[in-house]
């Protein structure tokens, strides 16, 4: 079964810096965007980066300046670079392709824990 697999997650201290990691295999890594998204517990997924194919890139109003996206297509792979991060940023992230509305296309995996704590 496609999917993406995400890793990097760690706890790290408010101000802190984080990269996470993706990788997919080719089929699934081909699409015009892919993103990265993030979720707390009882709350929606939400999408917090986007990297298009054409090199553009779109962000999360709230991580905007912090949070850099990059993907590397040759390797199949997707990078959040994280700086500047806040209790708030904690989250289990998740990359995926993204589809109609900014949905993911591909079943979700595990995603990685992000905790920013003191």
């Known amino acids: 079964q496609e999917q993406f697999v995400e890793s990097g997650g760690s706890l790290v201290q408010p101000g802190g810096s984080l990269k996470l990691s993706c990788t997919a295999s080719p089929r699934a890594f081909n699409s015009d965007a892919v993103g990265w998204y993030r979720q707390v517990p009882d709350k929606q997924r939400e999408l917090v980066a986007v990297?298009?194919?054409?090199?553009?890139?779109h962000y999360l109003e709230s991580v905007k300046g912090r949070f850099s996206i990059s993907r590397d297509n040759a390797k199949n792979t997707m990078y959040l670079q994280m700086n500047a991060l806040k209790p708030e940023d904690s989250a289990v992230y998740y990359c995926?392709?993204?589809?109609?509305?900014?949905?993911?296309?591909?079943?979700w995996g595990q995603g990685t824990q992000v905790t920013v704590s003191s």
């Open positions: 990297a298009m194919n054409s090199g553009g890139t």
């Open positions: 995926n392709a993204l589809g109609s509305g900014g949905r993911g296309v591909l079943p």
